[in-house]
């Protein structure tokens, strides 16, 4: 299947750019995946999917690897340039269908109801409207379908979540490709009007100091069936 991005030049729906930060995230992430467990990670957060999978804000590809056969095809969103031309890589290597495509959370270039599943990882910290993005993301999945998610977020304690909220409003975004560190993932979830599953927290790394950006939670949230909320 032809990828709608070949991640050359500047599409239209090229609304983020962050080169310089995409190219030490993709250097970091890589790392991560063993130095961390980042990829153990990945493995349980996309296990037993299946149908049709949208994943927005794939960032560089890391994901695309542990995507299990069951999965007929993968529309990735990255709106990040340079993110996305990594992505439209790691997408020509990958044995389950992937196609790269360019576009914001807010405004997901796909229609209603049209996927199974819905996979976000790392990246409800970045979006510029929580409620908007996760809005798209409900109104993209039948009803019933599946929201994967692994998330970092506000916890540690009063002094922690002090410190990210100092953070939040001085030099952490603009370092950091607009990255937030005290937003509550479950709490957006929940309040966007997705049913809540399982979920764990943890933190990463898991061993060692803990950081601002340590506190992780790994789920799975639903959007409600017909004759539901």
């Not at 991005?5 to 995230?25: E, I, M, N, Q």
């Not at 990255?78 to 196609?99: I, Q």
Request: charged share 25%; net charge positive.
């Amino acid at each position: 299947m032809p990828l709608r991005s070949t991640g050359s030049g500047k599409p239209a729906g090229d609304l983020v750019r962050h080169p310089l930060f995409a190219r030490c995230y993709a250097r970091i992430s890589v790392g991560a995946e063993t130095r961390t467990g980042m990829g153990r990670v990945r493995e349980r957060l996309l296990a037993g999917l299946s149908g049709r999978v949208i994943e927005v804000g794939a960032g560089n590809g890391l994901n695309f690897a542990h995507y299990p056969g069951t999965v007929s095809e993968v529309v990735a969103i990255e709106p990040e340039h340079v993110l996305r031309k990594y992505a439209v890589d790691a997408a020509m290597r990958c044995e389950v269908p992937v196609d790269v495509v360019p576009g914001a959370a807010e405004a997901l270039p796909v229609k209603s109801e049209a996927f199974d599943a819905a996979v976000i990882s790392l990246v409800l910290c970045s979006v510029r409207d929580l409620p908007r993005a996760l809005g798209e993301i409900r109104r993209v999945l039948r009803p019933g379908g599946e929201v994967r998610f692994f998330e970092h977020g506000r916890g540690g304690g009063r002094a922690m979540t002090l410190t990210q909220r100092a953070l939040d409003r001085t030099l952490w975004p603009p370092l950091s490709g607009g990255c937030h560190l005290s937003r509550d993932p479950v709490a957006a979830l929940r309040e966007a009007g997705f049913e809540l599953g399982p979920y764990r927290r943890m933190s990463m790394p898991e061993k060692g100091p803990k950081l601002p950006t340590s506190y992780c939670v790994l789920g799975t949230a639903w959007r409600p069936a017909l004759g539901e909320r």
